[in-house]
């Protein structure tokens, strides 16, 4: 690329220099944005059909008496369903 001395170029060369970069990037801009949604549009027919929400709470049933004295065995959680909220530290005051 041929360098050019922006120095030596009047207020109107720079301006006008600057209109013909930003036309070029914006062609430039336009193809790669064609090429990428041509290709997306080819992966989509691998696309799957999106699952259930994991937030969705099992239903619990009702257990017989027998099934009762045997420990449940806990179900795992989704990290998505778990929320912390932040909480301010507060400083420790000591008691005279």
Not at 9 to 14: A, K, T
Not at 29 to 58: C, H
Request: no cysteine; hydrophobic share 45%.
């Amino acid at each position: 690329m041929a360098k050019i001395d922006l120095d030596s170029l009047s207020i109107e060369e720079v301006a006008a220099l600057r209109d013909t970069a930003t036309d070029k990037l914006m062609e430039k801009v336009a193809a790669r944005r064609a090429e990428l949604e041509a290709e997306l549009e080819k992966l989509a027919q691998y696309d799957r059909p999106a699952k259930k929400s994991a937030a969705v709470a099992p239903v619990v049933k009702p257990r017989k008496a027998d099934e009762a004295r045997e420990p449940i065995a806990k179900e795992p959680v989704a990290k998505e369903s778990i929320v912390k909220e932040p909480t301010a530290k507060e400083p420790v005051s000591k008691a005279a």
